[in-house]
T-cell receptor
Framework: AQSVTQPDIHITVSEGASLELRCNYS??????LFWYVQSPGQGLQLLLK??????LVQGIKGFEAEFKRSQSSFNLRKPSVHWSDAAEYFC?????????????FGTGTRLLVSP | EPEVTQTPSHQVTQMGQEVILRCVPI?????FYWYRQILGQKVEFLVS????????KSEIFDDQFSVERPDGSNFTLKIRSTKLEDSAMYFC????????????FGDGTRLSIL
């Protein structure tokens, strides 16, 4: 069965420092991978996606992620974190068992940004 | 930018009552989804819907749940007889294609069962 692991429940980063959020997936075929962000009381906003091609994908708000098939990873990075980046981040894999996609989410990583 | 809208933002219901959660997907999208997130837990898939029928459903989506696209714009989730454990945030999502296009989510409806 498909699964996504986000090993860090919480991460605290100083404003201006770099960020990397880890994501490992388990999926039998070539995965469709996503990162979503959820601010308090808000819905899920798509940060970026990987479908195929270049393994380094750029997203909104200065985020990027790198797909590494050998490590089954899709880590999210940002070179300089802003206070407004404090939120919960979810990695997801798109499972296509029935020919229709459903998203399988990780448990999320809560990012705290310190001054 | 077009977005998925969900109403109400918060619904409080007595246990055993029926509840209908409403969603207006993005207008040119053809695939529709419901997910839920119990407080403190991960987002879980409930059901996908295409061409006026369910394309896939999870084991959570039992006979108490149903979905409908009553007209050209709305997509609803009905819970027939609510239970305490149905308390969660319910997210609607839509996409133009399935697989190679991302799903766009609404802000969710927080359902509280008393």
């Amino acid at each position: 069965a498909q699964s996504v692991t986000q090993p860090d429940i919480h991460i605290t980063v100083s404003e201006g420092a770099s960020l990397e959020l880890r994501c490992n997936y388990s999926y039998g075929a070539t995965p469709y991978l996503f990162w979503y962000v959820q601010s308090p009381g808000q819905g899920l906003q798509l940060l970026l996606k990987y479908f195929s091609g270049d393994t380094l994908v750029q997203g909104i708000k200065g985020f990027e992620a790198e797909f590494k098939r050998s490590q089954s990873s899709f880590n999210l990075r940002k070179p300089s974190v802003h206070w407004s980046d404090a939120a919960e981040y979810f990695c997801a894999v798109g499972a296509m068992n029935t020919g229709f996609q459903k998203l399988v989410f990780g448990t999320g990583t809560r990012l705290l940004v310190s001054p | 930018e077009p977005e998925v809208t969900q109403t109400p933002s918060h619904q409080v219901t007595q246990m055993g009552q029926e509840v209908i959660l409403r969603c207006v997907p993005i207008s040119n999208h053809l695939y529709f989804y419901w997910y839920r997130q119990i407080l403190g837990q991960k987002v879980e898939f409930l059901v996908s819907f295409y061409n006026n029928e369910i394309s896939e459903k999870s084991e959570i989506f039992d006979d108490q749940f149903s979905v409908e696209r009553p007209d050209g714009s709305n997509f609803t989730l009905k819970i027939r007889s609510t239970k305490l454990e149905d308390s969660a945030m319910y997210f609607c999502a839509s996409s133009t294609e399935t697989g190679n296009q991302p799903q766009h989510f609404g802000d969710g409806t927080r359902l509280s069962i008393l």
